[in-house]
């Protein structure tokens, strides 16, 4: 089974544009986590998406938005990009939104605002 | 509210000797706790976790953790430390049964001396 995929790995944007960064679970899950990874904060939920809808949201300004697909890829957006977006944004897939299951990571997307 | 503490940023330990990374947890619920490895330019990988079932979790490469509710501590540990175990790991909590949302410890380095 192909493992969480995330494209593109490696972005360079100017402050005060936008980036969208895709992630597409494994097959069959159906929730989908996104992470930002810093240095100075370490790692902090964004939010997850579960059925097309949001079903948990971390601590992050509107600036950060997402949505999820039909099929449970999901997309990321961050709008009016700020020198401290610069960060590894890990995607993370699981079976269900309830129930033991354990989250599985993609390798990320390094984003570094110029 | 959920938190973790992981008590050491680095821990440096020669190939072949125990090793012991520390964690403390803070939940209002009932916590599942996780260890996750994080090796350079490499996406997450989960070692082991903790839901409510046994207490001491075995993991994968001879990894395993002790959850203590009476110290609210889950300590990853490893007999015999190996140079592939050099990584950062992360000790990681969650409500039980609702794991979407993970709050991540800040990292502990582990290095590994031939």
């Known amino acids: 089974k192909a493992g969480v995929t995330q494209t593109p790995r490696y972005l360079i944007k100017t402050r005060g544009q936008q980036v969208t960064l895709s992630c597409s679970p494994i097959s069959g899950h159906r929730s989908v986590s996104w992470y930002q990874q810093t240095p100075g904060q370490g790692l902090q939920f964004l939010f997850e998406y579960f059925s097309e809808t949001q079903r948990n949201k971390g601590n992050f300004p509107g600036r950060f938005s997402g949505r999820q697909f039909s099929n449970s890829r999901s997309e990321m957006n961050v709008s009016t990009l700020e020198l401290g977006d610069s960060a590894l944004y890990l995607c993370a897939s699981r079976q269900a939104l309830a129930g033991d299951y354990e989250q599985y990571f993609g390798p990320g997307t390094r984003l570094t605002v110029t | 509210a959920q938190s973790v503490t992981q008590l050491d940023s680095h821990v440096s330990v020669s190939e072949g000797t125990p090793v012991l990374l520390r964690c403390n947890y803070s939940?209002?619920?009932?916590?599942?706790l996780f260890w996750y490895v994080q090796h350079p330019n490499k996406g997450l990988q989960l070692l082991l976790k903790?839901?409510?079932?046994?207490?001491l979790v075995k993991g994968i490469n001879g990894f395993e953790a002790e959850f203590k509710k009476s110290e609210t501590s889950f300590h990853l540990t490893k007999p015999s430390a190996h140079m592939s175990d050099a990584a950062e790991y992360f000790c990681?909590?969650?409500?039980?049964?609702?794991?979407?949302?993970?709050?991540f410890g800040q990292g502990t380095e582990l290095s590994v001396k031939p």
């Open positions: 939940s209002s619920y009932s916590p599942s």
């Open positions: 903790y839901t409510s079932a046994a207490t």
């Open positions: 990681v909590v969650s409500r039980y049964n609702q794991g979407g949302k993970l709050i």
